[in-house]
């Protein structure tokens, strides 16, 4: 099923409540942080604080406004986030630089990107041309997800994998292109998340590839021991 989140947007707030926000958040994701104030040392608080005001002057059609704020954030932050984005709380960019979420990207809640992460178009599609990403999912530095596509809920997008496909919730993704990996019965929660410890499935086949040829050896011995 598609994640269904259009409509979810961060919800208006002053610069003290943004600020006391992020710290909350970036102490669940950065142990590094110690006091409130450095929350402004982030790329990330100052991307996104710059993404709100954008993306409420494109709501209004103010388009060469809200693109001047936006590309200003870029070149400041390393962050590039088009107006026209959708996104939800408690989203936040982990490092950032490299970063770039194009014009019709949906993003839900709870969502964390490392640095150079894509959420971009295939160059191929009109309308509808950025993904979509769930709730409660975590994307790995260098990854790319592109072009229309759906990333479901509580999903794990390992670090340099290429995304061209629907993923369905409740997975990991690891490779190029990427690969899926399920995560039976588990809920991938915020605070566990993290974008190196994620199963190889490539890794994963070789594995039983292995242990289907040990079973086959062991069959074959068995008919000639019988046969002998």
């Not at 604080?49 to 709501?59: G, I, P, R, S």
């Not at 690891?174 to 566990?192: F, L």
Request: aromatic share 6%.
């Amino acid at each position: 099923m598609p994640v269904k989140i259009k409509g979810r947007e961060m919800k208006k707030k002053s610069f003290e409540e943004y600020k006391a926000e992020q710290f909350e958040l970036i102490k669940k994701r950065d142990p590094a942080i110690k006091i409130i104030e450095e929350v402004e040392l982030y790329p990330s608080f100052w991307a996104v604080w710059e993404y709100m005001k954008a993306h409420e002057l494109f709501k209004k059609g103010e388009f060469y406004e809200a693109r001047k704020i936006s590309q200003k954030a870029a070149r400041e932050t390393g962050i590039e986030i088009h107006p026209g984005a959708e996104i939800g709380e408690h989203f936040f960019v982990d490092h950032g630089h490299g970063v770039v979420i194009g014009e019709t990207t949906i993003i839900g809640d709870c969502v964390t990107l490392y640095q150079g992460v894509t959420l971009g178009g295939t160059g191929k599609e009109h309308g509808k041309r950025h993904p979509t990403v769930g709730n409660n999912v975590l994307i790995g530095a260098g990854a790319k997800v592109l072009g229309s596509i759906t990333i479901g809920d509580n999903v794990k997008v390992g670090a340099g994998s290429v995304v061209i496909n629907d993923i369905p919730s409740n997975t990991t993704v690891v490779g190029v292109p990427g690969r899926i990996v399920r995560c039976e019965n588990v809920r991938v929660e915020v605070e566990n998340l993290d974008q190196v410890d994620i199963p190889d499935p490539i890794e994963v086949e070789i594995e039983e590839l292995r242990k289907e040829n040990e079973e086959l050896k062991r069959r074959i011995a068995a008919l000639e021991k019988h046969f002998m």
